[in-house]
């Protein structure tokens, strides 16, 4: 009997060996996220409930917030949860996920997936943008139930929750990455480096009050309200700031819609659109790689404005010279040399009236 | 279905799980089902062969017995039959191609392990008809003697008196141990270790070789040989590993199908390592009944040339087949030829045949002769033999390799040492395994449990990083199969 015990107990273990490796093995090999890997393993490294503000979107968020910077001059500590191209679909998750370890405070929900109708179906079978969405993230249910969402076909599924199989064999072996819990001295912030052409700056005409997003989108419009209101904290809903521009952008008219739904059902809506000339948006110079993504310059301007608003509205506590917060004290000497690096690269471009650094 | 499948593995894992937990009795049952379900899923139709062959041997079995003074009509008939189905499948397209009738037959597909089985089914036939009294009484086991799906796509062309008690026993006796479970899967996970990381990587080099060898230089076309003598040893001693594994978790020991024959001092020597199973079932059913070496000189002589044609017709249909069956023939009849003179001058010059030197030159010289011989089973034709061969002295590619490397696409630098680390590790166990006649299992017995664990483990994540396999990643049939 007690040889039985310990066969059992040497196979229990075995496998778990065999499982631990297959888990850890994977998140060495992911590759090929663009933005999205390193964002995720930096706020898988915070520590547990010391985020007062997550900030949930897209690519368009993390080139926006600048979390560092809300640091250094207002004591809040926050983290942009973004990945690249999230879908509509995908930010419940990213809630829950942000819920597994943080308790936030205030919970910011950038709307820029809303605007160009960022969905799962629009992306059906690209597989690229899906693994932003699902490859980020640790292993776990919750990502399985991401998975279950956003990817229509049962049999392709697979090969995202072995995510192993896409990886293993083309991308580089980043041991670093071993536990997916790497400190991030950006905490999610990303800077674009380009510089979007002055063009037509036109003010946008009045956004259409009879526009109505489509019925699926209002549907998971829903579900995020349901999500966010779950999590138990503040949350701000933001539209972001895009360029002004005689093209007859339909991003406005779902702009105006999103916005009146949410204040409709009680919510808090920070239209940075409208606020533009406050925030201080150059509308020559400050957008990015387009008219919704901005560099560091445009990303200052955006993170101040938001962090004199949760200064205002919030009171939130300024963390300085807590000794429980000296890690994010320590990153700051990285974060300043990012920020320089950007600074000059950018300042370069905009010298020099270049689109890009290529 | 393939070893290397996420479908092989839920299967294996299912019938694992219900053969543990079913009554003993109905263990053979669930195996033959297991079998059959694992044939159908390679070929629905050439199910019914197996079935069929069965069917013949079971009652050819029962006549011999009943019927002893009419044994011998009873075996030649249902060899025959057994012979038929396996030159109506893998012979009549090349036979009746030759009368300009080779449309007739365009449409058969060789149905997967049919060289196999029908030599395993042959094999229990004679030893039946020498023994009548020893035939099978129980369908099911035979059934499963001929297709155990673990030996079923490569073999080994086991035996029925080593294969059959194992069968009897396993519905008697309690099969699960922690032992066994660590042995076959020791077995396995290094049978997919040097599937996954090393023969389907090279294989990747020696398909850029061989398939535009015509374009090739001299440099490559030697790499090229002998990336596939690598490939073609790698892949069939994973295949063989993984089965033995499987039957080993399942309490069947199957026979061993290889003994490091890379490190074979002459083709003789060669051929007592090499697809051990085929040699043993050739030597006893075919050399030994044609008289050995028991009739003089030129007698064993013919024997020989005439056992190893018919193991290249056994491997495939074509000429190059056949040529590689008499390579191996003539390999021997001129070892068997230079021996005495070869004793006489080393005696004579006084070299220390026992050194490591000497030792090893034996060994490069039967490595090359073999390399040579697989050419036949990769190239397309007994002239594309011979142009590949032509190749290698006409066409200097120094410059070019020095130049470009040896890379393609799909096999690039960091392959190139992946694949040479592979080699090592497997180097370093044939080593072992050589010097002290133990494979990799027996070997692990000996350590401490954590450190096998480790071992295994190691292995694993060895596979997880560095083997072929997942998306955008061609997964090579095992080369066996074809046979």
Redesign the interface.
């Known amino acids: 009997m007690k040889k039985a015990l310990l066969s059992i107990l040497g196979i229990i273990i075995f496998l778990l060996g065999a499982g631990y490796l297959f888990l850890h093995i994977t998140y060495a090999t992911r590759d090929n996220l663009s933005h999205t890997g390193r964002n995720m393993t930096g706020f898988y490294a915070e520590n547990d409930n010391t985020v007062d503000v997550v900030i949930i979107g897209t690519s368009s968020t993390f080139s926006a917030y600048a979390p560092m910077l809300l640091w250094e001059e207002y004591g809040i500590t926050s983290y942009d949860l973004c990945t690249n191209m999230m879908f509509e679909d995908a930010m419940q998750f990213a809630i829950y996920e942000c819920m597994k370890t943080q308790s936030p405070e205030v919970m910011v929900i950038d709307l820029a997936s809303f605007l160009f109708g960022c969905t799962a179906e629009s992306f059906e079978g690209n597989d690229k943008v899906i693994r932003y969405n699902t490859d980020g993230y640790k292993n776990s249910i919750n990502r399985k139930h991401l998975i279950d969402t956003i990817v229509q076909d049962e049999n392709e599924r697979w090969q995202y929750y072995f995510d192993l199989m896409y990886y293993h064999k083309h991308g580089e072996i980043k041991l670093e990455n071993w536990n997916y819990s790497r400190s991030n001295p950006n905490k999610g912030y990303n800077c674009l480096v380009y510089v979007y052409p002055e063009g037509d700056t036109t003010m946008l005409r009045e956004r259409d009050s009879d526009y109505r997003l489509p019925d699926n989108e209002i549907e998971l419009l829903n579900e995020l309200i349901k999500t966010a209101d779950e999590a138990g904290c503040w949350v701000i809903y933001t539209i972001p700031p895009y360029k002004d521009s005689e093209e007859d952008l339909e991003e406005h008219d779902r702009a105006g819609f999103i916005k009146k739904y949410l204040e409709d059902e009680g919510k808090t809506v920070l239209d940075l659109y409208e606020v533009k000339n406050q925030i201080g948006i150059d509308e020559n110079t400050d957008y990015s790689s387009d008219y919704m993504h901005y560099h560091i310059f445009s990303a200052q301007k955006i993170t101040r404005y938001l962090g004199e608003y949760l200064k205002n509205k919030y009171s939130l506590e300024d963390h300085r010279g807590d000794g429980k917060y000296a890690s994010w004290h320590d990153s700051l000497q990285e974060w300043h040399e990012n920020q320089e690096d950007y600074e000059k690269r950018v300042q370069k471009l905009i010298d020099v009236g270049a689109y890009s650094e290529g | 279905m393939s070893f290397v499948s996420?479908e092989f593995a839920l299967f294996l894992i299912i019938t694992l799980c219900i053969y543990y937990v079913c009554p003993k009795k109905l263990r053979s049952f669930i195996l033959l089902a297991a079998s059959y379900y694992f044939y159908i899923q390679s070929d629905l139709v050439y199910a019914i062969i197996p079935f069929v062959m069965t069917g013949v041997i079971y009652l050819s079995g029962f006549l011999m017995e009943k019927y002893q003074d009419r044994k011998k009509v009873i075996l030649v008939v249902s060899v025959v039959l057994c012979c038929l189905t396996l030159v109506l499948f893998k012979y009549s397209s090349f036979i009746f191609s030759k009368i300009g009738m080779g449309s007739l037959f365009e449409n058969l597909i060789l149905p997967v392990g049919i060289s196999f089985f029908t030599f395993r089914s042959i094999g229990y036939l004679i030893d039946t008809y020498n023994n009548p009294k020893n035939r099978e009484h129980n369908y099911i086991s035979l059934s499963l003697f001929v297709c155990f799906f673990p030996m079923l796509l490569e073999g080994p062309i086991e035996k029925a008196k080593s294969f059959l008690p194992q069968i009897k026993e396993m519905n008697h006796r309690r099969l699960f141990?922690?032992e066994t479970?660590?042995d076959g899967?020791a077995l396995m996970i290094f049978g997919y270790f040097v599937k996954m990381v090393i023969a389907d990587r090279v294989t990747i080099f020696s398909d850029y070789v061989f398939d535009d060898f015509y374009n090739q230089g001299s440099i490559m076309l030697v790499l090229g040989a002998l990336a596939y003598s690598i490939q073609i040893y790698t892949d069939f001693l994973a295949y063989t590993m993984i089965a033995l594994g499987i039957a080993k978790i399942m309490g069947i020991n199957l026979t061993d199908n290889f003994n490091t024959p890379y490190f074979s001092r002459s083709i003789k020597d060669f051929w007592g390592r090499w697809h051990i199973s085929l040699s043993t079932w050739l030597k006893d059913y075919i050399y030994i009944p044609l008289g050995g070496s028991r009739k003089g000189k030129m007698r064993t002589y013919v024997n020989l040339m005439i056992t190893f044609i018919i193991s290249g017709i056994w491997h495939g249909s074509g000429m190059r087949y056949i040529l590689w069956g008499l390579m191996h023939g003539v390999y021997q009849v001129i070892g068997r030829l230079t021996g005495p003179p070869k004793d006489r001058i080393t005696h004579k010059l006084k070299w220390k045949v026992d050194s490591f030197g000497y030792k090893l030159l034996q060994t490069v010289i039967t490595f090359i002769l073999v390399t040579i011989s697989w050419i036949l089973f990769r190239v397309q034709s007994v002239s594309d033999f011979f142009r590949f061969i032509k190749g290698i002295f006409e066409r200097p590619d120094f410059a070019r390799v020095s130049e470009y490397g040896i890379y393609c696409e799909g096999f690039e630098k960091r392959d190139f040492w992946i694949l040479i680390t592979g080699i090592l590790i497997l180097f370093i166990v044939s080593i072992l395994r050589y010097k002290k006649s133990m494979r990799i299992e027996e070997l692990l017995k000996k350590q401490p449990?954590v450190f096998r664990?480790l071992i295994?483990?190691a292995f694993?994540?060895l596979i997880?990083?560095f083997?072929?396999?997942?998306?955008?990643?061609f997964t090579h049939p095992f080369v066996y199969i074809q046979f």
């Open positions: 996420i141990s922690f479970l660590f899967a449990c664990m295994l483990l694993i994540a997880l990083l083997g072929e396999y997942g998306l955008g990643t």
